[in-house]
């Protein structure tokens, strides 16, 4: 079983049975685990804003539900982080590549890296490193402090977790 | 005819079905007129009311109604082809294209000038899309229900607001009480 199966193999053992993404190159073995998985629909998006909407309705509808998106995301969903999931109350997983750290060949990307703990932070967000590959280990416990608590829950994935670039 | 109006002409088709209604004053409009447990008012996140009921309309078999306005499919136009290419055939997206942003003061859209939200959602590949005059608003939705396809209505109407008071309600308790109405049997 490599890392891909096993992260996807965790989101469904938590009960996770819907799933939006956005790519990052990081991202791509999991997303494809997650696409081929009978028992999790898979529901790309356009914007990660958007597929946070989605969740939140996958959610009220009975599903449990997660986003896979890079870290530039945070970005874009700051918003819908504040005044729709944690307004209402939801639980959000967000598996996230975080980009821009030691190893990263793209300067670009260091420029939201920087911001990435500091905007988690200041949104009271949860947020967890996995830096080694042995950090996988935690992930279903973090998933179900997630549905525990109601909560967006970050788990930001860098370049070395996941075997450089 | 204006935003209130129709709803206020629907509100007997809304009332048994599960409705995700747009921030801002189509939220208020629909709660003045016909506050019910199957209502998921958006407090705010503009542009997010489509996302979150084709969300929804994928997990569960019931209806689903989207009240969207014109200036929220614009800013999150990435709906358009994500509702084509998920096809939920419970999933009914009424868009209230008033060719404004309503709740900010009648501001114009461009859908009031060169902009076809029905020729978007058609180039995106929705199948079922009615663009309708707001006098028709009921009967086409009542045809939706009964299509079993996912369906796009763009209802062109006038703008215009109703003076209704803000919604005070707990965003919990507004979230809990659909959940409860959509888990019923
Ligand atoms: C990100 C963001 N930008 C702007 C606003 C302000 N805003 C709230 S409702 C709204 C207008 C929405 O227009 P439309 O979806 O056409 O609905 P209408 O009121 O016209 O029915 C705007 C601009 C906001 N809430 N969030
Ligand atoms: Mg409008």
Redesign the pocket.
């Known amino acids: 079983m490599n890392i891909h199966q096993r992260i996807t193999g965790d989101l469904v053992a938590a009960g996770i049975g819907f799933v939006t993404t956005v790519p990052c190159k990081q991202l791509a073995g999991v997303i494809e685990e997650v696409d081929r998985h009978p028992e999790i629909l898979h529901v790309p998006s356009n914007k990660e804003d958007e597929g946070m909407g989605l969740c939140a309705g996958a959610w009220m509808g009975g599903r449990r539900s997660a986003i896979i998106m890079q870290n530039t995301a945070l970005g874009v969903t700051i918003?819908t982080l504040a005044t729709l999931i944690q307004f209402y109350r939801m639980p959000l997983p967000m598996l996230i590549s975080y980009r821009g750290e030691p190893g990263e060949p793209v300067a670009c990307q260091v420029e939201m890296a920087v911001h990435t703990k500091a905007l988690l932070a200041q949104l009271l967000i949860p947020a967890y490193h996995f830096h080694r590959q042995e950090d996988v280990e935690e992930l279903p416990k973090i998933l179900d402090y997630t549905f525990m608590c109601s909560k967006p829950v970050a788990i930001l994935t860098d370049a070395s977790f996941w075997g450089g670039y | 005819m204006i935003?209130s109006e129709i709803l206020q002409e629907i509100a007997p088709v809304l009332r048994d079905q599960l409705v995700i209604c747009?921030?801002?004053?189509?939220s208020q409009e629909l709660h003045a007129i016909d506050d019910q447990p199957t209502n998921f008012y958006m407090l705010?996140?503009?542009?997010l009311a489509s996302s979150i009921g084709l969300g929804l309309a994928l997990v569960q078999p019931k209806p689903v109604i989207v009240i969207?306005?014109?200036?929220?499919?614009?800013?999150n136009l990435g709906t358009l082809p994500t509702i084509a290419n998920n096809p939920a055939p419970n999933y009914i997206l009424l868009v209230?294209?008033?060719g404004?942003?309503?709740?900010?003061g009648?501001?114009p859209?461009y859908t009031g000038r060169k902009t076809s939200l029905a020729g978007m959602a058609r180039a995106a590949g929705c199948e079922r899309v009615v663009e309708c005059r707001a006098e028709d608003t009921g009967t086409v939705l009542q045809d939706a229900l009964q299509a079993g396809k996912a369906t796009v209505i763009i209802c062109k109407c006038e703008?215009g607001?109703a003076k209704m008071p803000v919604i005070t309600m707990d965003p919990v308790t507004i979230r809990d009480r659909f959940m409860q109405a959509v888990a019923a049997d």
């Open positions: 918003n | 935003r747009n921030i801002g004053i189509p705010g996140t503009m542009g969207d306005g014109d200036g929220s499919i614009l800013t209230i294209d008033n404004s942003y309503g709740s900010t009648d501001q859209t703008s607001n």
